[in-house]
């Protein structure tokens, strides 16, 4: 089994940045890819960003390209999200999450078996 911890969430004021990090622990050789998803109040979850660990490609919704990017260690199984300028739309419970397998649609949060419980990232207007 693979445990993931997020921290990093809170409040900001919109046009600001925040950077949210997720530690993988546990059976963690076989993880492959990490990534984000979030969730906000009355919506279905929504990919964010993903990262292969080994290889470095990244993936990203086309509405982050260019205010988020995504980082990670594969020797320490982690992944951190930086987000800038920040909207009041981007706030949800981010859930970081993470898959063995490398050849899945990585948009669907069905196809990521492991997943943190969460950190709330709130943007005032």
């Known amino acids: 089994q693979v445990q993931l911890v997020e921290f990093g969430g809170g409040l900001v004021e919109a046009g600001g940045s925040l950077r949210l990090s997720c530690a993988a622990s546990g059976r963690t050789s076989s993880v492959y890819i990490m990534g984000w998803f979030r969730q906000a109040p009355g919506k279905e979850r929504e990919f964010v960003g993903g990262?292969?660990?080994?290889?470095?490609?990244?993936y990203f919704a086309d509405s982050m390209k260019g205010r988020f990017t995504i980082s990670g260690d594969n020797a320490k199984k982690t992944v951190s999200l930086q987000m800038s300028s920040l909207k009041p739309d981007d706030t949800a419970v981010y859930h970081c999450a993470a898959t063995q397998y490398c050849c899945r649609d990585h948009h669907i949060s069905s196809n990521y078996e492991y997943w943190g419980q969460g950190t709330q990232v709130t943007v005032s207007s």
């Open positions: 990262l292969e660990l080994r290889g470095g490609s990244e």
